[in-house]
């Protein structure tokens, strides 16, 4: 079962909630998938059951087409935001980590054309494997991050949080507009471009900056 940790592998006493993400935060990825940039962030939710422990082998469906990475910079919540403001949204973050949003990019592909939710090539159980949480004081500005994905010792992913399109306070901020986010919650914030296809066996490894660093592999080989 999944629980929160922080970076140094203790538990983080928070209850385990929803995962809100956004997507087409970055223009890098926006120009991959050939998508238009939103007029306002792009919400869409992962339940509980998507949460897992990134360190440990990642368990991907291999009946439904391609599982793609996105590696994303997480937040976690330790307080709960309804109609906040942007400062009110800073100061209710407990960290920050890094969450692979897992994709079955063919299923997302059919469901798109037929206008139809994300849940099914989003949502599914052990979706969003995540790091430990580096407390908010460790980190001197949360738009002024790095991280990278390797596979199998290539880099596939790399990007700076200076990028974003809708920044992690306006993030926060109009996600509260909507729904409220309650205190363990984990908003997931976009993925910059280089989505390719998972197999298992694959060796990962992904880093943000000097605070987190996680070797896995996708298990089932
Ligand atoms: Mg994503």
């Not at 439904?64 to 009110?88: R, S, T």
Request: aromatic content about 4%; some cysteine.
């Amino acid at each position: 079962m999944y629980l929160h940790q922080d970076n140094l592998g203790n538990p983080i006493d928070l209850p385990v909630g929803k995962v809100v993400c956004v997507g087409r935060n970055y223009l890098d990825h926006i120009d991959e998938m050939r998508s238009a940039v939103p007029d306002e962030p792009l919400l869409f939710m992962k339940p509980k059951a998507a949460l897992c422990d990134m360190s440990q082998p990642l368990v991907i469906p291999l009946d439904k087409g391609e599982c793609q990475n996105e590696l994303e910079v997480a937040v976690l919540l330790k307080h709960p935001l309804c109609k906040a403001d942007q400062e009110e949204a800073i100061k209710a973050i407990w960290g920050v980590g890094l969450a692979l949003d897992f994709t079955l990019r063919e299923l997302q592909r059919d469901l798109k054309e037929k206008g139809l939710p994300w849940e099914r090539c989003k949502s599914f159980d052990f979706s969003c494997p995540v790091s430990g949480f580096v407390p908010a004081s460790q980190i001197a500005d949360l738009q002024d991050l790095t991280f990278s994905l390797t596979v199998n010792g290539q880099q596939r992913q790399s990007g700076h949080t200076a990028l974003m399109l809708h920044k992690v306070a306006d993030l926060l901020s109009h996600m509260s507009q909507v729904f409220t986010l309650d205190a363990g919650d984990i908003i997931i914030t976009g993925t910059p471009k280089g989505v390719e296809a998972l197999k298992p066996g694959d060796e990962l490894t992904a880093a943000l900056d000097g605070h987190v660093s996680v070797s896995t592999t996708v298990a089932g080989k």
